[in-house]
C-alpha cells in the first residue's frame, strides 16, 4: 500500500502541473480563436453594418458588446455581462472567470482605421470538460501503473524477504520445539543471500549458547568432583564417604550384605612433615591413598578423612578373620618404601576395624549405625595408637568400656577444674655435692571426689587432649610462683621452683604472656622459676619449640628437658635449644646399680650436659647408692623419693624446716655445708 501511494504520489507531482498548464493553454487558445474570428468579421466593416457579427455568437461566443472608440454600443447580443467601463489602453483584459464561463474586453481594428470596442462572454464549459477528463485518464494510467509497480514490489518482497523469513521463523520454531527446553540445533538455511545472514546470526548464537553451556556443564561437573572429593589424593571426601555409608548400609539392612569399616591412620606424620617439609608430607599422603585405592577392589570405598586419616569400606565380608586380612595387606602396602627426591620415606599405619553385624546394636536405625560403626573403628584406632601404633585393632566391647571410662573421666576433670580438686605438690631436688635444697618440682594432684588420688600419668594426658591443659597449666604455674616467692620470702630466698608445661601449652597456650602475668602476680624474680618440657614435647615440633624456648629464656626464666633419654632427641637439635638444664628420666636411675646400659646412658647424658654447660638433674633417686653412683659421676642435683616425696605446702614448709643440709642462698647453707653429716635412710625419706 504504501509503494503504491509513493508511486501515485510521486506521479502526480509531474501530471498536476501537466494538467493545469494544459488546461491554460486551451484557455488562451479558446479566447485567441475567438478573438482573431470576431477581428475578421468587424475589419472593415461600417458601423452600421456590425450586425454581421452576431452570427459569430454559438455555443463558445455567448455574448457580445462592440462599442465605438467614445463608448457607444453597437451592437449587443447574447449573454453580455453588465457593462463596465472598459476602455484600457489596449490589449485584452479578462474582466471575470467564473462559472464556466469569461469574460473579456478587446481591442478590434474596425473600418477606416478606427478602434472598436468588444465585451465578450466565452464559455469554457468545453475547456473544463477536456480537462476533466484529461485528468481522468491520466489518473486512471497513473493507479494502474502505481498498482503494477506496487504488485511488483509485493511480489518481489514476498519472493525475498517474506516467505524466507516466514521459513526461517517457522524453522526457528520447529527447532526450539524440537529443543525440549534445552538450546536448539542450530539451522540449515540456504535459501536466499539475504536471509543468510540472519539465520547465520541465529547458529553463531546458538553456537555461543552451547559453548557456554558445555562449559557450565563442565564447571558444575567439577564442582561435583570437588565437591565429592579430596584434592590432594582424588579419593573420596567425607562427604561422599558419609553418603556411601549410607548407601552401604541400607544394602546391609535390606539385603543381608556384611561389610567393614577401617579407618586407616599415618604413625608420627607431624614428626614427617616437620622433619621433611608438607610438600613431602603431602606426598606420603598422596601416595599412601593411591596404594590403598590400588589394593581395594571397585566395589570397596577408600576415602581421605583428615589430614592423615583415610576410611576403607569394604563390602561382602564374610567374617572377622577375613577383615583382619584385609587390614594386613592395608599396612603391608602403606608401609612399602617409596622414593621422593633422593629421601626414601616409609610411613607406618595404625587400622581400627568394625564390622558390621558382629559389633553393632542400632540395627532399626540407620543414621544411628552408621555412626556407631565410625565410632567402633575410631576407638579401635585410637586402641591401636596407645598400643604402640603400626598394627590393626578390631573393635571389642572392652575397648568401648575404656573410652566410656576416659570420657567420663574428662567429664570429671571438667568438674574438678570448676570446683577447684587441684592441688600442688612439691618435691625437693638437692645439690647432690652439699646436699643442700635447690628448690622443688611442682607436681599437679588430684583428688578425685569417689576415687581418690588419680594420678598425673593419666588425666594430664587426657587434659591436654581435652585442652583442659591450658587452664589447669596456667593455675599450676601461678599457684607454684605464688607459693615459692611466698616460701622465699620466709626465709628461703634462694629457692627455686620447677613448673611442667605440656606440650600443648607450649604450641596453643600463649605460653609467654602467661608466664610474665604469673611472675608478675606473684612477685617471684623470673631467674627461680624453671620450665620443664618433655623431651619427646620438644622432639614432637622442634622448630617452633626452640622459637618459644628463645622467648623464654630472654625473659630469664630457665628451661629444662625432662625426661631425657626417652624422647629420641636428636643430638644436633639439642646445641640449639637455650635450655639451662636436663633431666634424666627415672627408669634409667631405676636399674643404674645393675644394668651396665642404664648406666652408660646416664653417663653419656652427664657428658652430654658438660659439654652444653647445662645443669643434670638425676629424677627417681630412691637410694643413697644411686646418690652416690650419680655423685661419682659428677651430677648436680637430685631429685626423688630418698630425698622426699612429693608434699603439699605446709608439709614442705615444715620438710624445709626439719632439712639438715639447708637450702641454697640461706645462711643455714653456709652454716652447715662444711661439716656435712652422712645422711642416713630414714632423713631422706
Ligand atoms: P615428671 O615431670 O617426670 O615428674 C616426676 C614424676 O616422678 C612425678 O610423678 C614424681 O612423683 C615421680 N617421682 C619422683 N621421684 C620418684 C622416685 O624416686 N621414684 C618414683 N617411682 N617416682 C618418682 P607424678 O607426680 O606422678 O607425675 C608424673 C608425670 O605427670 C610428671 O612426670 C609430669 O610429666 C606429669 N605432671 C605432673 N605434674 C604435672 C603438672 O603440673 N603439669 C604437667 N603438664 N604435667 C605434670
Ligand atoms: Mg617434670
Ligand atoms: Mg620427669
Known amino acids: 500500500m504504501l509503494v503504491l501511494l509513493v508511486l501515485l504520489a510521486s506521479q502526480m507531482v509531474f501530471l498536476v502541473p501537466s494538467l493545469w498548464s494544459q488546461h491554460q493553454a ?23 453594418n456590425l450586425a454581421v457579427a452576431k452570427e459569430l455568437i454559438g455555443n463558445k461566443l455567448t455574448g457580445l458588446t462592440l462599442s465605438d472608440a467614445q463608448g457607444k454600443i453597437l451592437v449587443r447580443v447574447g449573454d453580455v455581462p453588465e457593462m463596465v467601463e472598459i476602455y484600457p489602453q489596449g490589449g485584452a483584459e479578462v474582466i471575470s472567470n467564473k462559472s464556466g464561463t469569461v469574460d473579456t474586453a478587446w481591442r478590434l481594428d474596425g473600418a477606416k482605421e478606427s478602434t472598436l470596442w468588444a465585451l465578450v462572454r466565452l464559455d469554457k464549459s468545453s475547456v473544463f470538460k477536456r480537462t476533466i477528463s484529461r485528468t481522468v485518464s491520466y489518473l486512471l494510467v497513473a493507479v494502474s501503473i502505481s498498482i503494477a509497480g506496487a504488485m511488483v514490489a509485493l511480489i518481489t518482497a514476498a519472493r525475498f524477504y517474506i516467505n524466507p523469513l516466514n521459513n526461517l521463523v517457522k524453522m526457528l520454531r520447529e527447532s526450539r520445539e524440537a529443543s525440549e527446553g534445552n538450546i536448539p540445533d542450530p539451522i540449515e538455511y540456504s535459501e536466499t543471500e539475504d536471509i543468510d545472514p540472519l539465520a547465520d546470526e541465529f547458529n553463531s548464537l546458538i553456537e555461543a549458547q552451547k559453548k557456554a553451556a558445555r562449559q557450565v556443564k563442565v ?10 572429593h579430596d584434592p590432594l589424593t582424588h579419593l573420596p571426601n567425607r ?10 548400609i541400607a544394602d546391609a539392612m535390606t539385603g543381608q550384605l556384611n561389610f567393614a569399616v577401617f579407618l586407616v591412620d599415618l604413625d608420627n606424620f607431624k614428626f614427617f612433615n616437620d622433619q621433611y617439609g608438607h610438600l613431602v608430607g603431602d606426598k606420603m599422603v598422596a601416595e599412601v591413598g593411591n596404594r590403598l585405592r590400588t589394593m581395594m577392589r571397585d566395589q570397596d570405598l577408600v576415602a581421605r578423612l583428615d589430614g592423615d586419616e583415610f576410611v576403607v569400606i569394604q563390602k561382602d565380608v564374610d567374617n572377622r578373620a577375613a577383615a583382619e586380612e584385609v587390614a594386613k595387606r592395608l599396612m603391608s602396602v602403606a608401609t612399602q618404601p617409596y622414593e621422593y627426591r633422593g629421601f626414601t620415606l616409609k610411613a607406618s599405619v595404625s587400622v581400627g576395624i568394625s564390622c558390621y553385624p558382629q559389633d553393632v546394636n542400632s540395627f532399626e536405625d540407620a543414621d544411628a ?15 591401636s595408637k596407645s598400643n604402640g601404633k603400626n598394627q590393626y585393632q578390631l573393635f571389642n566391647e572392652s575397648m568401648r568400656s575404656r573410652l566410656t571410662a576416659r570420657l567420663r573421666l574428662e567429664q570429671d576433670l571438667k568438674l574438678a577444674l570448676q570446683e577447684g580438686q587441684f592441688e600442688v605438690y612439691f618435691q625437693p631436688k638437692i645439690n647432690i655435692n652439699t646436699r643442700a635444697i635447690t628448690g622443688s618440682e611442682a607436681l599437679v594432684r588430684w583428688k578425685h571426689p569417689t576415687n581418690g588420688y588419680i594420678s598425673p600419668e593419666i588425666f594430664v594426658p587426657v587434659a591436654e587432649e581435652a585442652g583442659m591443659i591450658i587452664e589447669l597449666g596456667e593455675w599450676i604455674l601461678r599457684t607454684a610462683c605464688k607459693a615459692t616467692y611466698e616460701l622465699q620470702q620466709s626465709g628461703y630466698p634462694g629457692l627455686n621452683v620447677a613448673v611442667n608445661i605440656s606440650a600443648v601449652q607450649f604450641t596453643d597456650g600463649n605460653l609467654l604472656p602467661l608466664v610474665n602475668k604469673a611472675l608478675k ?25 626452640i622459637n618459644s624456648l628463645h622467648q623464654l629464656s630472654e625473659f630469664g626464666m630457665r628451661l629444662a628437658i625432662d625426661d631425657f633419654g626417652t624422647g629420641y632427641s ?24 645393675n644394668d651396665n646400659d642404664d648406666v652408660a646412658i646416664v653417663a653419656a647424658v652427664l657428658g652430654l650436659g658438660k659439654h652444653f654447660n647445662m645443669k643434670v638433674v638425676a629424677e627417681g633417686v630412691e637410694d643413697e647408692e644411686q646418690l652416690q653412683f650419680l655423685k661419682a659421676q659428677g651430677c648436680d642435683i637430685a631429685q626423688g623419693f630418698y630425698i622426699s616425696k612429693p608434699m603439699n605446702i605446709i608439709d614442705y614448709r615444715e620438710w624445709l624446716e626439719r632439712w639438715p643440709y639447708g637450702v641454697e642462698g640461706t645462711k643455714r647453707l653456709e652454716d652447715l655445708h662444711n661439716d656435712m653429716p652422712k645422711a642416713s635412710g630414714s632423713d631422706f625419706a
Open 570 to 593: 636428636s643430638l644436633a637439635y639439642l646445641k640449639r635449644f637455650p635450655v639451662d638444664t636436663l633431666k634424666i628420666d627415672r627408669a634409667f636411675i631405676t636399674d643404674i646399680s
Open 239 to 248: 562427604l561422599m564417604f558419609e553418603d556411601a555409608l549410607k548407601g552401604t
Open 26 to 48: 486551451e484557455g488562451a487558445a479558446l479566447q485567441r480563436v475567438q478573438k482573431s474570428q470576431l477581428q475578421a468579421a468587424v475589419r472593415n466593416i461600417e458601423p452600421e
Open 369 to 383: 549405625l552408621g555412626e556407631e560403626i565410625v565410632n567402633n573403628a575410631s576407638v579401635a584406632l585410637q586402641e
Open 521 to 545: 602476680d606473684s612477685k617471684l624474680n623470673p631467674e627461680y622459676l624453671e620450665l620443664e618440657i618433655t623431651e619427646s614435647a620438644v622432639m614432637h615440633d622442634p622448630e617452633e619449640v
Open 219 to 228: 564447571k558444575q561437573q567439577y564442582l561435583e568432583f570437588a565437591a565429592h
